[in-house]
């Protein structure tokens, strides 16, 4: 048998340059798997395939743009396309597809609304904070309890935690006297609503909400029917 060259164990790419690879590739990959688990939950709320991707590369991308509205106080306050914008588009689509009954709809919305306001905490140099198990929970449970466990409470979690969540730890919040100077400490700033895009309590909000309610709503059915 002959002998086999050593130069052909030499690897082609340099350790470092190997190394230099992985890191690149870390965030594609995360990057890659937010998009199909977005895209997944959409679909769960009501949907379509080819809509639900729109949607989530349009957050991605709506999340480095802030929509100012109004200034108090030369405190500026603003909406950010993709961690706000996006989620009530969103909601209004599945509203509008008819995934969701409107009675259940809108009590998800006020139950997500008075929990997240109840909870929130304005926190200055920060902003509005809140646990983030908190409006997922109250969305997915009032989705489930409010629809019966059917096949309505995907959608009705994910509107009731998104918009439930925009109203009670945001708008309720703002407009309550001496919130806006505590969070900015009296110095102009900008308080931009959902301002951390697609990382922002109103969009995870939804999207958690949804998961946890298929995922019991489902568990539930299957229970009843004897399964």
């Known amino acids: 048998m002959a002998a086999v060259p050593a130069s052909v ?8 340059t190997l ?5 690149l590739m ?20 009501g ?6 991707l729109v949607m989530t590369v349009g957050a991605l991308i709506g999340s480095l743009i802030d929509i100012p509205f109004a200034v108090t106080n030369g405190v500026i306050l603003a909406v950010n396309v993709g961690g706000c914008i996006i989620p009530l588009l969103l909601s209004a689509e599945v509203i509008a597809r008819q995934r969701v009954r409107a009675g259940p709809a809108a009590l998800a919305v006020i139950f997500v609304a008075l929990v997240s306001y109840y909870f929130a905490t304005p926190v200055q140099g920060e902003g509005i904070l809140m646990p983030f198990y908190i409006a997922p929970l109250a969305g997915a449970f009032a989705g489930i309890l409010l629809t019966r466990a059917d096949i309505t409470s995907p959608g009705t979690a ?5 918009v439930g969540t925009l109203l009670g730890a945001d708008i309720f919040l703002l407009a309550t006297p001496g919130t806006i100077k505590m969070i900015s400490g009296g110095e102009p700033t900008v308080l931009s609503i959902g301002g951390a895009g697609v ?15 298929a995922l019991v709503a489902r568990r539930i059915r299957r229970v009843n029917s004897g399964l």
Do not use: C, H, N, Q
């Open 9 to 16: 164990f030499v690897p082609f790419l340099s350790t470092e």
């Open 19 to 23: 190394f230099l690879l992985v890191v």
């Open 26 to 45: 870390v965030p594609i990959l995360l990057l890659y798997l937010f998009i199909i688990v977005s895209e997944e939950a959409f679909e769960l709320a």
């Open 47 to 52: 949907m379509k395939a080819s809509r639900a």
């Open 158 to 162: 994910y509107v009731g935690g998104a």
């Open 199 to 213: 990382f922002d309590g109103i969009f995870l909000t939804g999207i958690l909400a949804v998961f946890l309610a």
